[in-house]
Structure formats: structure tokens, C-alpha cells
Nanobody, 127 residues
Framework: VQLQAFGGGLVQAGESLRLSCEAS????????MAWFRQAPGKDREFVAA???????YYADSVKDRFTISRDNAKNTMYLQMNSLKPEDRAVYYC??????????????????????WGQGTLVTVSS
């Protein structure tokens, strides 16, 4: 699967932004889809993930502010980001890994477990 992320930009603290990730391929629904982010000078970190069943998982830092969703018919995943904070500033990447039995009831949160990555989109939040 090939991924392409869109929607980054500059917003003020407290505002919202929606990111999109478009995937190629006919088996989109079989993938666990995720968002990661990387701030300057920091490691890439897990943000949120979603399975084909719409089970969702979030990092504690974004829980209750961000919402991940997917439209399997459109091969697209979204990240609705509300109440943005300056510390949310980062390049956001979408990623995918084929779902398998070992991920039953959970999702991978390590960068190394994901096999496909989008090019990243920059989110800047001014205070």
C-alpha cells in the first residue's frame, strides 16, 4: 500500500485541523492505519491508530482532543485534531501495517512495526 498525507498547516492554539491520508490498493480495509508525529529534535511517536473494525487507540497526550477515523470505501483515513496546543507542533505521518492475529485486541505502537509510510505533513500551532 502507498500512502499520501494531506491537511497540515498553521493554526492558533485552541483551533482545529483535519488531516487526511489516502491509500492506494484494493485491500485498504485489511490494514491497521495509524498516525505518528515527529517534533523537531525528538523521536517519532505514536498518536493514534484504527483497525478495519473501527477499534481506535490513542496516545494519552491526544486522547479526548483527537479523533481518528477511516472510510474504507474511499481508502482514506482521517485525524480530526481539536483544541490544538503548541506542543502538538510536528510533522504528522500516516502509516499502515497488515492486521494479523498477533494484533488481536491491540495495535502496534512502535515505528518499526509499520511497513508503509506517507510523506508527512507539517502541523504548526502558534501560541
Amino acid at each position: 500500500v502507498q500512502l499520501q498525507a494531506f491537511g497540515g498547516g498553521l493554526v492558533q492554539a485552541g483551533e482545529s485541523l483535519r488531516l487526511s491520508c489516502e491509500a492506494s490498493g484494493r485491500t485498504f480495509s485489511g490494514y491497521i492505519m495509524a498516525w505518528f508525529r515527529q517534533a523537531p529534535g525528538k523521536d517519532r511517536e505514536f498518536v493514534a491508530a484504527i483497525k478495519w473494525s473501527d477499534s481506535t487507540y490513542y496516545a494519552d497526550s491526544v486522547k479526548d482532543r483527537f479523533t481518528i477515523s477511516r472510510d474504507n470505501a474511499k481508502n482514506t483515513m482521517y485525524l480530526q485534531m481539536n483544541s490544538l496546543k503548541p506542543e502538538d507542533r510536528a510533522v504528522y505521518y500516516c502509516a499502515a501495517v497488515w492486521d494479523r492475529r498477533s494484533y488481536s485486541g491491540t495495535i502496534p505502537k512502535d515505528v518499526g512495526e509499520y511497513t508503509a509510510w506517507g510523506q508527512g505533513t507539517l502541523v504548526t500551532v502558534s501560541s
